[in-house]
């Protein structure tokens, strides 16, 4: 059988052969250009679908808030997501959620499903800062009050709509850092 020398280890091997036993080089020119032309893509794919994955947390963490308190009374009573408008957050969230899982995952997010994933989500956001805003005048206005300063003192915001808030804007964030590139 006829052989060669490996042009990267020097290491004798069948002439026809397409990649060096010894090394693991790929001899072949055809081959290894290929092999060029394919690793910066594969680098690029990593980073768009750590973008989806990221994105996707960020939605689940928003709907999964539904379940979660948003408002505390002490002692009394805890106002989870579903009890307020925690249902519609959590559809709202669910748009990103099915969006990315149905989108070919290997690809970079398409822009029809990154702009329709976001308008959703930046609506919850605002749905959650305006809960925000209505407990903390609400809250204001009864420890003003003599007969309801105590509950008024006794209320505080819990985990989900902090959540709902935080990812509401991030998500769209995350979006758009994709889209710059
Ligand atoms: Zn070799």
Redesign the pocket.
């Known amino acids: 059988m006829e052989t060669k020398k490996?042009p990267?280890?020097s290491?004798e091997i069948i002439k026809e052969a397409k990649k060096?036993k010894?090394?693991g080089?790929l001899i072949n020119e055809q081959l290894r250009k290929e092999k060029v032309n394919e690793e910066p893509k594969e680098i690029i794919d990593n980073k768009m679908n750590k973008q989806r994955f990221a994105m996707l947390i960020a939605a689940i963490l928003g709907a999964l808030s539904t379940f979660l308190p948003w408002v505390h009374i002490s002692n009394i009573r805890t106002i989870y997501g579903f009890d307020n408008v925690g249902l519609y957050t959590f559809f709202l969230f669910l748009v990103p959620i099915v969006l990315l899982l149905i989108d070919d995952k290997t690809k970079p997010i398409r822009k029809s499903i990154l702009l329709i994933s976001i308008i959703p989500t930046i609506i919850a956001g605002i749905i959650g800062g305006q809960k925000f805003l209505q407990f903390n005048s609400l809250t204001s206005s009864m420890s003003n009050n003599v007969f309801t300063q105590s509950l008024g003192n006794s209320m505080t915001i819990g985990i989900g709509l902090y959540i709902v808030v935080v990812a509401g804007f991030i998500l769209p964030l995350l979006a758009l850092k994709k889209a710059r590139i």
């Open positions: 490996c990267y280890c290491e060096c010894h090394c080089e």
